[in-house]
């Protein structure tokens, strides 16, 4: 329903208010639109070394155009014809920033039908960001309901992070291992997360070298425990052993490679194995989907087995848990939709499915094995005559092995612009695993979803140990 206030319905002092928080894809979209291609805009080397900050900076009228917005959709709204604007820019907007948005109606013509309005920008340090006074010409008639003209655009604003982040945070810290956070991503990573109040981090490496790293950055890191330790190997098994002693209830992986922290992982007796085959989640929040979609395992099982399938979508339906969809659809994908003995990937679908009809599985709704395209697209289901409850409204994508899943996870994140956040399942803590690749808010989402599932895990213990009294 679309609507605005017209100039006889607004009064001195009324306010309009909005909330938003700058991401990378704004920073893209506002670029590419305006063609303001500044380098410091989009990357954190240049950021770094023309403005001496250590975080992209967004485009200084993207804070113009949300008031421009709050205008145009809130105070008046719809009809809304701009006069004048005068803007002053007080503080950069930094990537992650959340900005409260105000306009304030100051005066009112009646003789040519225009208001005057005060309009801010802060954020969340509440310092100012951009102040300015708007005049406009205000609609003189209410709009008639003739439906939304947005309805045929299929593109979203990615906030599933944002919510995910503003939802966890609200939870205690969660007392995380870094492992080895000797970059300036991974140590930067760990600090902003713990700024977030996502985790409490217990950094693990060489003291020396992390200490020198965060005074190159000019990071305080006084507050946080240290753990000293030669090497990245003595690392990785410091940081493994103070999760096993409950010191930690999570683990980040820093500037070490992937099989240097699970080789510490991995062993029976020190590491942090369950009964569970380890598998790696990833929470994408793509553009074009409505829903957060989970890809698993496209970083850990190469070929895995229908065991190993079945440790994998446990893990993620376990996941889905954590992150509040109590009843995941889980499609399991393979290249057609239809059982075909001379495709391994579509026997397994079928036996996946009647696996979780005998209770083997439970807490999700399973089918397959769908074609990607059906998995997602209600459209292409019905084309092909498929009668499914997952079928076009998929949670989780159950892939057939890690070259798809990778490929898939790849593609979305590079053509079709997604978000992503990734852990790894199946052990005894969450495992937070970074690539130097990955955007801050990449970094933040994982630790989100690794804050959410350790304190779901917390939550579980608290009632299993309750029930055995």
């Not at 395209?373 to 459209?379: G, T, Y």
């Not at 690539?435 to 979803?449: G, I, M, N, Q, Y």
Request: hydrophobic share 45%; with cysteine.
């Amino acid at each position: 329903m679309i609507a605005n206030k017209t100039f006889d319905e607004i009064e001195i002092g009324q306010r309009a208010n909005m909330e938003r928080v700058l991401t990378k894809q704004d920073i893209e979209v506002f670029g590419l639109l305006s063609g303001d291609m500044n380098p410091t805009h989009f990357s954190d080397e240049y950021a770094q070394m023309l403005l001496d900050r250590h975080k992209l900076v967004g485009h200084s009228m993207w804070a113009g155009t949300l008031i421009t917005s709050l205008l145009g959709n809130d105070l008046p709204g719809p009809g809304t014809v701009y006069r004048t604007q005068s803007f002053e820019f007080h503080h950069p907007v930094e990537l992650g920033d959340k900005l409260r948005i105000s306009v304030t109606v100051t005066g009112k013509n009646r003789q040519d039908g225009t208001v005057q309005l005060d309009c801010r920008a802060v954020n969340q340090r509440d310092e100012p960001v951009i102040t300015g006074v708007a005049t406009v010409k205000a609609p003189t008639r209410k709009p008639t309901d003739a439906g939304s003209p947005y309805v045929t655009m299929t593109m979203h604003r990615k906030a599933a992070f944002n919510k995910l982040i503003d939802y966890v945070k609200d939870f205690p810290r969660i007392p995380t291992a870094v492992c080895h956070p000797c970059s300036k991503e991974a140590l930067q990573g760990a600090i902003d997360a713990a700024k977030t109040n996502l985790i409490e981090p217990i950094l693990v490496g060489p003291e020396a070298k992390i200490r020198q790293l965060a005074e190159s950055m000019n990071l305080d890191i006084g507050a946080y425990r240290l753990v000293d330790a030669l090497h990245s190997h003595e690392a990785a098994a410091k940081a493994v052993a103070l999760c096993r002693s409950g010191e930690a209830e999570a683990l980040m992986k820093g500037s070490l490679h992937t099989d240097e922290l699970l080789g510490a992982v991995v062993p029976s007796a020190t590491g942090l194995r369950t009964e569970r085959r380890i598998s790696h989640v990833f929470v994408m929040d793509v553009p074009t989907y409505p829903r957060p979609l989970f890809i698993t395992d496209a970083a850990i099982n190469i070929y895995p087995t229908l065991e190993d399938k079945v440790d994998i979508v446990k893990n993620a339906i376990l996941l889905a848990h954590a992150l509040n969809i109590p009843q995941p659809r889980v499609a399991i994908l393979s290249a057609v939709e239809t059982i075909n003995p001379k495709i391994p990937s579509t026997i397994e679908a079928a036996a996946l499915c009647k696996m979780a009809d005998r209770g083997q599985i439970v807490g999700g709704i399973l089918d397959g094995p769908l074609a990607f395209d059906n998995a997602v697209s209600k459209e292409a289901a019905l084309i092909k005559g498929i009668n499914s409850p997952v079928a076009g409204e998929a949670d989780i994508l159950l892939v057939p092995d890690l070259e798809a899943g990778n490929m898939l996870a790849k593609q979305m994140a590079y053509l079709g612009k997604a978000d992503s956040a990734g852990i790894v399942l199946g052990t005894r803590v969450p495992i937070i695993l970074t690539s130097r690749a990955d955007s801050a808010e990449a970094r933040l989402a994982s630790c989100a979803v690794a804050a959410a599932y350790a304190h779901w895990q917390r939550e579980s213990q608290k009632v299993k140990r309750a029930v055995a009294r």
